[in-house]
């Protein structure tokens, strides 16, 4: 070793490699997940934003970014390069979503006095009607897993695990029932049900509470599937757990593949999501005559602009039916 080197002189840090966070962004990405309960889609979206945006910086101004440092026109260059890229503008608004968030972050921890992105102007989002299925193609989807099960019954050679399917059944009368999340219902915990009253205590976004009726085929699904298990669950334990003989609850990876294949059972879309079945639980309630403000509640939306759009479905296909049926349309 050259003992003539020096040893009191700072190393220098070397700069992030492309692609690569630095530390206020994993600190901005932490927060989301200790403390405001972010779901897994949201820290994913997050990261993958924030890592494109340093990854374009990086390229495009030879260095890694210096949030505080950062101006407008930068964003606006940002802006013009996801333009060129031919990005739907849902996924333009997603990716400053993600900054605009990243820099309310930095104001409130005092790293950053203001933030760059303020009246930026984006492209106007498309207006996209929400996706949903009929009431009778619920139900056909609803009958799809014991569909499954007693084909499966009729040609199995050995005994096996039946459990997963009356699971099935209980998670897609709870979605529709509810209008829940993914990630609302992966996280349901046995003491959140009050079965007295048929309530359902749900956790949604940043950890807001709120309390949701969920009906009689329901609860009778979840008491008929906790019957195939060797102990029905109590307390924090997950109402759906994720195999019969452990306490783990399922992840909402599980629930997305689960439902393609019933929805190719019942003949449907394997592409609808259980968000789409989100819809469906909103559109029919509209449908059959209840107040939007009363939706806007039971979906746990933080404005009542977000639950607006499903007006628009309804009367879409009130138009389609006056256009079908009047003699004078």
Known sequence: MNSSLPTNRAVPRPPPVVGQLDARAE????????ERDASLYTIRNYRQALTEFSAWHNEDRRQPPVWTSLQRDDFRAYL??????????????????ALRSFYKFLIRRSHAVSSPIKDIALPKAEKRLPQFVTAS?????????????????????????ASAYYRD???????????????????????????????????????KERQVPVGAPALEAIKLFWQQLRAAPAGDAPVF?????????????AVQLRLK??????????ALTPHKLRHSYATHLLDAGADLRSVQELLGHAHLVTTQVYTHVTTERLKRAYDSAHPRA
């Open 137 to 161: 193609q619920m139900l056909d989807l609803l009958r799809a897993p014991l569909k499954e099960l007693a084909a499966r019954q009729v040609h199995a050679k050995r005994k096996f695990d």
């Open 80 to 97: 013009r390069f996801l333009g060129r890229g031919k990005l739907s503008r849902a996924a333009i608004h997603l990716r400053f979503s």
């Open 241 to 253: 757990p994720a195999h019969a003989n452990k306490t783990a609850a399922l992840q909402p990876r």
């Open 27 to 34: 600190e901005f990405l932490l927060h989301l997940t200790a």
């Open 169 to 207: 059944v209980a998670i897609l009368e709870t979605i529709y029932s509810c209008g829940l999340r993914i990630s609302e219902l992966c996280g349901l915990r046995a003491s959140d049900i009050d079965w007295n009253e048929q309530l359902v205590r749900v956790r949604g976004k940043g950890k």
């Open 261 to 270: 294949r019933y929805l190719r059972l019942a003949g449907l879309d394997p």
